[in-house]
Nanobody, 116 residues
Framework: QVRLAESGGGLVQAGESLKLSCTAS????????MGWFRRAPGNESELVAV???????RYGDSVKGRFTISRNSAEDTVYLQMDNLKPEDSGIYYC??????????WGHGTRVTVSS
């Protein structure tokens, strides 16, 4: 079992930045990739960014050039630096862990609100 805990959400104005953190505990060695997803009210869950154990990174089209995913393996933590935030970035951001082909472990989420 893997436990994920997000932090760093909050209320900011458009154009500002936030940095989310996700700390993993438990059977961490079973994880081959970590990701961030978000869900806005009325919308489906959306991939924000993924980073694999080999350092391969992928971003959702709507955040490319503005968000950066990184990790600190020594601290079992994954970060999401969000710059130039827009109101449409608002939502609940979830950290997820992928032990195989699918993301199976999820945090409780952290809320991000961007005002215009």
């Amino acid at each position: 079992q893997v436990r994920l805990a997000e932090s760093g959400g909050g209320l900011v104005q458009a154009g500002e930045s936030l940095k989310l953190s996700c700390t993993a505990s438990g059977r961490i060695l079973s994880i081959n990739a970590m990701g961030w997803f978000r869900r806005a009210p009325g919308n489906e869950s959306e991939l924000v960014a993924v980073i694999t154990n080999r350092g391969i990174i992928r971003y959702g089209d709507s955040v490319k050039g503005r968000f950066t995913i990184s990790r600190n393996s020594a601290e079992d933590t994954v970060y999401l630096q969000m710059d130039n935030l827009k109101p449409e970035d608002s939502g609940i951001y979830y950290c997820a862990g992928r032990p195989g082909a699918y993301f199976e472990y999820w945090g409780h989420g952290t809320r991000v609100t961007v005002s215009s």
